[in-house]
């Protein structure tokens, strides 16, 4: 924990991965209830739609981020950071136009490369997590970065936009979830970026 800490990159790093994390899992938690509630979408039908999204999309997303960090990583270590700052950066616009669609299938396809994008931060996260420590350190790296990433963002996350829905709902009543996870996808997305290009 000391050695980690030392490390600035890392600290960067692992910050970057939970924001990232805090907006992903809030959003996953919370993007059937915006269906449902903003679109008027069947559960059955909006069920089988979003688990295909994530097993393709999702799925493609860290396969993708990993093969770029590699593959641009071997001319320059920084791309394992740069890969995971450009997705996000170019998940942004995918995601006001997918909260704010008046459209649920238009919405759904924007999901699909924002689910792409969305994953990519994965697998050049835990790679330089492990590039940055010895050898003997490398499962206790992931360990901790693991733990980090779900305390900020399996633990909050959901939290957040569910809190800050009931917070907007005297603003924008039945809305107030759509706009908090917009707010906190793209508020969130952002603030990782800054921390990607830090590390």
């Given at each position: 924990?000391?050695?980690?800490?030392?490390?600035?990159?890392?600290?960067?790093?692992?910050?970057?991965?939970?924001?990232?994390?805090?907006?992903g899992y809030g959003?996953?938690?919370?993007?059937?209830?915006?269906?449902?509630?903003?679109?008027?979408?069947?559960?059955?039908?909006?069920?089988?739609?979003?688990a295909g999204i994530a097993f393709t999309?999702?799925?493609?997303?860290?396969?993708?981020?990993?093969?770029?960090g590699d593959y641009l990583g071997k001319r320059d270590e920084r791309w394992y950071m740069w890969v995971p700052g450009l997705a996000t950066a170019?998940?942004?616009?995918?995601?006001?136009?997918?909260?704010?669609?008046?459209?649920?299938?238009?919405?759904?396809?924007?999901?699909?490369?924002?689910?792409?994008?969305?994953?990519?931060?994965?697998?050049?996260t835990f790679a330089m997590t492990q590039t940055l420590v010895p050898s003997s350190m490398r499962a206790t790296a992931a360990a901790i970065l693991l733990f980090v990433i779900n305390i900020i963002g399996l633990g909050l996350g959901p939290q957040g936009v569910g809190?800050?829905?009931?917070?907007?709902?005297?603003?924008?009543?039945?809305e107030s979830l759509r706009y908090a996870l917009l707010f906190t996808v793209v508020g969130f997305a952002a603030w990782s970026i800054f921390h990607y290009v830090c590390a």
């Open positions: 924990l000391r050695f980690m800490n030392g490390l600035k990159s890392f600290r960067h790093l692992a910050i970057a991965a939970a924001l990232h994390a805090f907006y959003a996953s938690a919370f993007v059937a209830a915006f269906f449902r509630r903003s679109h008027g979408m069947e559960p059955g039908e909006l069920g089988s739609l979003l999309a999702g799925a493609a997303g860290v396969f993708l981020g990993g093969y770029l170019a998940y942004i616009p995918f995601a006001f136009a997918l909260y704010l669609s008046p459209d649920p299938y238009v919405a759904l396809a924007l999901s699909f490369p924002g689910s792409v994008l969305g994953g990519m931060y994965l697998g050049p809190i800050l829905s009931d917070l907007l709902a005297g603003t924008f009543g039945n």
